[in-house]
């Protein structure tokens, strides 16, 4: 294992849909209790139409340059009631958009074909295996989808906005950064081989690792059968720096 700053990581966004030109970042930034928040009644309605993307630039000396957001909904699917806290360090935040069926406990209840626009928050199986080459989405505030009986009437999602593409937004969203106001990220566990270069999540001990997009990395599986047959499908983004 090793730690590794978020400002050092640069995502590639694989969501659908062009960036709205007309939009900037919200009035009360993205971790606004407005955007980001669980629905539990047919009043509480997403901020932005789901699937909104925004580009926006930060000047943090750390990583300067244009990131990309998106609003999203957020089911619990596996783990019910997966809460996203501010502690990133253990590398938990992950989310991706689920395999069929992962829409069950969603007001998005076709499980046949889940919308892009779902993902998911899961640890505790490999079918969250992030080698798979899905899109990967960095929540921007605390969000807990209840994944109870709200679900059954068509609620208990939670929405709000992703980190999907470019630099990090550490400077612009409070949880993404440690606290100190030197604004170089969370400091979080990758892979002790992490180096300078393309990256991947991989599922590995009932969590998720950033690493190295390398062969190695990409066939190492248990039953010796190649799950990858593309690595360079699978990239989430690039590592500016190894792990220290």
């Known amino acids: 294992m090793a730690n590794f700053r978020l400002s050092k990581l640069v995502l590639q966004d694989k969501f659908p849909g062009a960036v709205n030109p007309n939009l900037s970042t919200p009035t009360d930034g993205w971790d606004n209790t407005k955007d980001n928040f669980v629905t539990t009644a047919a009043s509480d309605q997403p901020s932005y139409p789901v699937g909104t993307k925004i580009s926006v630039y930060t000047d943090n000396t750390n990583c300067p340059g244009y990131y990309t957001m998106a609003y999203l909904a957020l089911t619990s699917c596996y783990s019910s009631g997966a809460c996203i806290s501010a502690d990133f360090s253990d590398g938990k935040f992950f989310c991706s958009h689920p395999k069929t069926g992962c829409a069950s406990q969603t007001q998005f209840a076709d499980t046949s074909e889940v919308p892009y626009y779902v993902v998911h928050m899961c640890y505790t199986t490999a ?8 899109p990967v989405a960095i929540p921007c505030a605390t969000l807990a989808p209840d994944g109870s009986a709200a679900s059954t009437n068509g609620y208990g999602d939670a929405y709000g906005w992703f980190w999907v593409g470019g630099v990090c937004p550490c400077k612009d ?12 990220g969370v400091d979080v566990t990758v892979d002790g081989a992490l180096h300078p270069g393309p990256v991947f999540v ?8 950033i690493t190295s997009a390398d062969e190695t990395n990409a066939l190492d599986n248990t039953t010796g059968i190649v799950t990858v047959p593309d690595p360079a ?10 792990g220290a």
Do not use: E, F, M, R
Not at 127 to 134: C, P, S, V
Not at 173 to 184: C, E, M, R, V
Not at 202 to 209: D, V
Not at 233 to 242: K, L, T, Y
């Open 127 to 134: 079918a969250t295996d992030l080698t798979k080459g899905t």
């Open 173 to 184: 969203a409070t949880i993404l950064d440690d606290g100190s106001g030197n604004y170089k």
């Open 202 to 209: 991989c599922y590995t001990a009932a969590t998720q690792l």
């Open 233 to 242: 499908a699978c990239i989430i983004g690039w590592a500016c720096s190894s």
